[in-house]
């Protein structure tokens, strides 16, 4: 198989089914809600709605992407404990870890409900730099404030050498197709009407939304825009996310690694277990880089799937969820996951489903955009782009964590 046809094919676990209840809806519509994105954020608000009794419309905007990059459950979320600890404060920190904690208690329950497994995993955090080894322990600090348990073991299970990991226990495995699934058979058991097409234009006049989707209009109470790329936008919240490339290979080996891995390395890697397959992921870099990593440490690879991904990343490391405009909560937004869509995309759901369901308000969620950043934190973040990377700079100006 040639390198470019490597990258055309799909993940192991496939794709999530477009399925459609409403494929030509009727103009004037009106309705409780309308969710646009059809990935992890968009079906778990919906269900969480419709579960409360709130007449939803599902605007599938596309093909969804969610599915494209491994379904962890997991607070390892690489650098962004620490970035998270730097730009907002040690107690935005920990309600980031209880938001991640909510998400995967909300996982544990409903995929049993839904006949869908998830499997139980240990994540490690690891590098082969020594400046990379250094930041680790910045990430550990940021946990343990958060009130997480995190330990050292320099045990891998790999045929390479790597720095001793940093590990959190307990965490889930879960196949994002499959959940993605359920969860739209179950929106459909709960009248969601799921309609396909592009969001097409949007316009907010007296509290009340219309959607237009090309071949209708939809109004609606709210509105939730759950895709990458924000349309609604008067909180600025394009400038604040950037878009990632990712790279990733399914193959067969005989090795695998004691769980579920993150090289801090630039381009940044992952690997995870599913099935019989070995998943490496490569953000950032070329495709060619990543097949040729993947030949050096595991020479016995039998590569068998190979995709691209697209994601869009927050520049301050916390997600952006809640009002997409500067004033009212009529348009709501989820921007920014990153590669974490399962717990990151999970939580922000639940999050706006308590907007909409009035149980919190859009300017009370932890992840809101309307925010700043510490004096500190931005005041690093300026050293490090003037004068090098950030370990160096944190490494500077914050004293080690000690044992």
Request: aromatic share 6%; proline share 7%; glycine share 10%.
């Amino acid at each position: 198989m040639s390198s470019r046809a490597q990258f055309l094919s799909m993940p192991p676990w496939g794709r999530p089914q477009l399925l459609t209840t409403d494929p030509h809806p009727a103009s004037g519509d009106h309705r409780d809600l309308v969710v646009v994105g059809t990935g992890f954020t968009g079906l778990t608000a919906a269900v969480r709605a419709a579960e409360a009794g709130a007449t939803v419309t599902l605007l599938s905007n596309g093909r969804p992407r969610s599915a494209a990059l491994p379904g962890w459950s997991t607070p390892l979320h690489g650098e962004d404990p620490h970035q998270i600890r730097l730009l907002h404060g040690e107690p935005a920190v920990g309600g980031w870890v209880a938001q991640l904690a909510r998400a995967a208690e909300h996982l544990e329950t409903s995929a049993g409900d839904l006949g869908v497994k998830v499997e139980q995993r240990d994540f490690g955090l690891s590098t082969f730099d020594g400046q990379w080894a250094f930041q680790l322990r910045f990430i550990a600090r940021a946990l343990r404030i958060g009130g997480l348990r995190v330990d050292f073991d320099d045990r891998s299970g790999l045929p390479f050498p790597l720095r001793p990991e940093l590990v959190v226990v307990d965490g889930g495995e879960i196949d994002p197709t499959r959940w993605l699934d359920a969860l739209t058979r179950r929106a459909i058991d709960l009248g969601v009407r799921v309609v396909p097409g592009q969001l097409a234009g949007l316009r907010v006049r007296r509290g009340m939304a219309t959607v237009e989707t090309g071949s209708a209009r939809l109004h609606a109470g709210r509105v939730i825009l759950a895709s990458s790329a924000p349309l609604a936008d008067r909180a600025l919240l394009r400038p604040r996310v950037r878009t990632e490339q990712w790279h990733l290979v399914a193959f067969r080996t005989e090795t695998f690694p004691h769980r579920e891995l993150q090289v801090l390395d630039r381009p940044q890697t992952v690997l995870a277990r599913h099935a019989e397959h070995l998943v490496v992921g490569q953000r950032g870099g070329a495709a060619t880089q990543l097949l040729d990593w993947v030949g050096r440490r595991f020479p016995d690879n039998r590569i068998t799937h190979g995709w691209s991904a697209t994601t869009t990343r927050s520049i301050d490391a916390l997600p952006l969820v809640g009002s997409a405009s500067l004033s009212g909560e009529t348009v709501l937004t989820a921007s920014g996951l990153g590669q974490y869509g399962l717990s990151l995309g999970t939580a922000a759901g639940l999050q706006l489903a308590d907007v909409v369901l009035g149980r919190s308000r859009a300017g009370e969620l932890p992840w809101r955009p309307a925010r700043g950043v510490t004096a500190n934190g931005l005041s690093k973040r300026l050293r490090s782009a003037a004068i090098g990377p950030i370990p160096f700079i944190t490494r500077l100006n914050t004293p080690p964590l000690r044992d």
